[in-house]
T-cell receptor, first 117, second 112 residues
Framework: DTGVSQDPRHKITKRGQNVTFRCDPI?????LYWYRQTLGQGPEFLTY????????KSRLLSDRFSAERPKGSFSTLEIQRTEQGDSAMYLC???????????????FGPGTRLTVL | GNSVTQMEGPVTLSEEAFLTINCTYT??????LFWYVQYPGEGLQLLLK?????DKGSNKGFEATYRKETTSFHLEKGSVQVSDSAVYFC???????????FGKGTKLTVNP
């Protein structure tokens, strides 16, 4: 198992452009999470999937952001009409939620660093 | 809402010094508590966790005890090494989603 992978690792774009990031979770992990981390801060939750269903979205996720996990495996996060404030590290994590009541470990990918000029 | 407050850094220590990084939390219910570590150039890794009051998580010489009465989960290590230099994040998981709520992180530098 190669762990959680994310692509690309770095993305530089101009304000107003659309960008899409991909996350490949650990195989057979049923939960997938997206977080955003800005400089000097801890990661902040954006959204999560249980299999292919998107079950929760943060208020941080404006309508310019959309995430999908079409077959319950990889996920994409798209940002439309990027703004400079979108510059951040976008982290993906996955977990195998088997235990009732939680406490399942999340495994993080290396992140995609977005810079909006 | 739930939140995590951790000691601000940066923290600079000499090798073999004792380390404490304070972490307190605010939560409804009974969250699980975690310490994650981010080494330079690498992704977040789980260091240790505790799932209920009085549990002690431990790994690689690091320890933290879930203290419900003081809503704390302080990270300690008796003798740090240069290789422990990293950013440490305290976090709690909440709700059925188990989404993580992180503190701001504490950068630790250990000098030889």
């Amino acid at each position: 198992d190669t762990g959680v992978s994310q692509d690309p690792r770095h993305k530089i774009t101009k304000r107003g452009q659309n960008v899409t990031f991909r996350c490949d979770p650990i195989s057979e992990h049923n939960r997938l999470y997206w977080y955003r981390q800005t400089l000097g801060q801890g990661p902040e939750f954006l959204t999560y999937f249980q299999n292919e269903a998107q079950l929760e979205k943060s208020r941080l996720l404006s309508d310019r952001f959309s995430a999908e996990r079409p077959k319950g495996s990889f996920s994409t996060l798209e940002i439309q009409r990027t703004e400079q404030g979108d510059s951040a590290m976008y982290l993906c994590a996955s977990s195998l939620a088997l235990l009732a009541g939680g406490h399942n470990e999340q495994f993080f990918g290396p992140g995609t660093r977005l810079t909006v000029l | 809402g739930n939140s995590v407050t951790q000691m601000e850094g940066p923290v600079t220590l000499s090798e073999e010094a004792f380390l404490t990084i304070n972490c307190t939390y605010t939560a409804t219910g009974y969250p699980s508590l975690f310490w994650y570590v981010q080494y330079p150039g690498e992704g977040l890794q789980l260091l240790l966790k505790a799932t209920k009051a009085d549990d002690k998580g431990s790994n690689k010489g690091f320890e933290a005890t879930y203290r419900k009465e003081t809503t704390s989960f302080h990270l300690e290590k008796g003798s740090v090494q240069v290789s422990d230099s990293a950013v440490y994040f305290c976090a709690l998981s909440e709700g059925g989603s188990e989404k993580l709520v992180f503190g701001k992180g504490t950068k630790l530098t250990v000098n030889p």
